[in-house]
């Protein structure tokens, strides 16, 4: 069907069967909310859960609450609420530290791993165009092991295979891209690092939530993402990672502290791993933060992967398809696949002056992000983006566009983040 109307998609929305899920969330009036990429919206029950870990079971549990209130267990029931969402089983999963962290966990866990099978294997492979903390935590760890290892990075999806050989040790890919919204296919990637010996790990920051993944039917290695973009787990919200059984008990992590321990309260002099996911903690958990994340996450039990799905693809077709027809005449090149298989839960757009036009947008409500060079990024999350809702996106746009308002001096001065 093509769509012509705002009330075409006020009638899409009547009829999809996902739309009582918008009262979980709470977002201002006059937004329409297209950064749920970046910091997913907030669920309702997030202002009574932090009040009551304040008041409750900070204020009155005070310390008991460590056993009382279950914050001692909490990474492991989260870990246990993400595992569905992830193709990951119960006990696979912890929630703990950031993506940024955890990454350097596992990357450091793979690579003792195949030092002990194969010392030859120095290489990570990864994408020039991963998110950068990726690379800077893959470059970190190559500089501090010192012993020759180096990071190698292709320019695009279709030369990861080529990059891949007898000296590498991991792959490092991001399922979908930050930038791009390009999806990778994560059987098919990973079974090209298997061929030539190499370990697989996987960034899903922007596909946990985003869409359905299977973990061990792809035969992933290591798996890391975070809890605050499409799960909604709160501003910096701390992340997961997830271990393939066959590989979890070989090593352990060099951030080795307490929190992985075997028995952290014997207090022992040594440090003995954990078995299971847990050696992949280090420390004190932020419980306030993490408590949150289980309002996005008990959203998630209420649907499943495969309808978000289905109402993703059609809104980020719905929102190409009217940018197509009803801004054609303005600078704009589409720079996300078109190919549902290789397209994440993300629209982004070039356009010269990307920075003014998406500011101008943000002051009209319609927040996206915008990211380099020139890109005008726009997220779906099908939990809370209705199809009248991209309708009045895109008239918006095409508004600040026909007038040319992203022009005015006020939208070309940068904030820190942006
Ligand atoms: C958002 C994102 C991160 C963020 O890492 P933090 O440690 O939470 O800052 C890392 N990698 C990718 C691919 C991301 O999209």
Known sequence: MTVTTREQCA???REDPLRGLRDEFELPKGVIYLDGNSLGARPRSAAARAAQVVTEEWGVGLIRSWNTAGWFQLPQRLGDKIAPLVGAK???????DTTSINLFKVLAAALRVQAARDPARKVIVSERSNF????YIAQGLADLLQQGYELRLVDAPEQIGAALGADTAVLMVTEVNYRTGH??????????????GALAVWDLCHSAGALPIDLHAAGADYAIGCTYKYLNGGPGSPAFVWVAPALREQFWQPLSGWWGHEAPFAMAPGYRPAQGVQRYMCGTQPITSMALVE???DIFARTDMQALRAKSLALTDLFIAL?????????????TPRDHARRGSQVSIEHPQGFAVMAALIERGVIGDYREPRILRFGFTPLYVGFADVWD????LRDV?????WKDARFQARSAVT
């Open 323 to 335: 940018v197509e027809s009803r801004c054609a005449r303005h600078p704009l090149t589409l720079v």
């Open 90 to 96: 119960p006990g696979e999963v912890v929630v703990t």
């Open 132 to 135: 950068p903390t990726d690379l």
């Open 393 to 396: 996106a895109v008239e918006v």
């Open 401 to 405: 566009l026909d007038g040319e308002t």
């Open 183 to 196: 999806l990778l296919d994560m059987r098919a990637v990973t079974a090209q690092a298997h061929e030539k």
């Open 11 to 13: 009638a899409l929305d």
């Open 295 to 297: 309002c996005g996450l």
